[in-house]
């Protein structure tokens, strides 16, 4: 079974520094996609950037990027000078499509900003 | 049509009462998902539909939980003789087919569910 780590429980960053959250995850597969998602406090879940595994460049999306490091299994998120609206929950989740077509998240990172 | 809906937004019930709850997909999507979010985890899996069919349930499904999706439209969750553990947020998403598209996932803002 797919499974998805996130070790950092709480991260902080200062107003328009950069932080990094790190995610990695376990699967047999080759092809597979994977993906950030924020959920801010009582608010729904939003996708912030996605990968697919068959694609060697990262992937951006404005201040968000990743480094998706397919042989080590790791895909972890960068986000450059980080503003007060991106505090929020950040999940990792995997998804295959190749025979269950469940998202497979990680406990995720809380992450502050500091002003 | 601006995103997927879901109500209600909260519910407190008594421990072994039965509870309802409504999942609005965006309208052009065929797959949806429903989700169970505890304090401090990422969602877990429940079930999967494609238009009205359960293609996929996740052991966590107990056979106190039921859900449909009767033509493929809205989708509701029951929950009968609810028990504390069954508090969570309950989230609903959904996707468009395809494997790329589909891969992507549109989340509602949940039912937040407190049994007591």
């Known amino acids: 079974a797919q499974t998805v780590t996130q070790s950092q429980p709480e991260m902080s960053v200062q107003e328009a520094e950069t932080v990094t959250l790190s995610c990695t995850y376990d699967t047999s597969e080759s092809d597979y996609y994977l993906f950030w998602y924020k959920q801010p406090p009582s608010r729904q879940m939003i996708l912030v950037i996605r990968q697919e595994a068959y694609k060697q460049q990262n992937a951006t999306e404005n201040r968000f990027s990743v480094n998706f490091q397919k042989a080590a299994k790791s895909f972890s998120l960068k986000i450059s000078d980080s503003q007060l609206g991106d505090a929020a929950m950040y999940f990792c989740a995997y998804y295959s499509g190749a025979g269950s077509y469940q998202l497979t998240f990680g406990k995720g990172t809380k992450l502050s900003v500091i002003p | 049509d601006t995103g997927v809906s879901q109500n209600p937004r909260h519910k407190i019930t008594k421990r072994g009462q039965n509870v309802t709850f409504r999942c609005d997909p965006i309208?052009?999507?065929?797959?949806l998902y429903w989700y169970r979010q505890t304090l401090g985890q990422g969602p877990e899996f429940l079930t999967y539909?494609?238009?009205?069919?359960?293609?996929?349930k996740s052991r966590l499904l107990s056979d106190r939980f039921s859900a449909e999706r009767p033509k493929g439209s809205f989708s509701t969750l029951e929950i009968q003789r609810t028990e504390q553990g069954d508090s969570a947020m309950y989230l609903c998403?959904?996707?468009?087919?395809?494997?790329?598209?589909?891969?992507?996932?549109?989340f509602g803002q949940g039912t937040r569910l407190t049994v007591v």
């Open positions: 539909f494609q238009n009205e069919a359960q293609l996929e």
């Open positions: 309208s052009e999507h065929n797959r």
């Open positions: 998403a959904s996707s468009s087919l395809g494997r790329s598209t589909g891969a992507e996932a549109f």
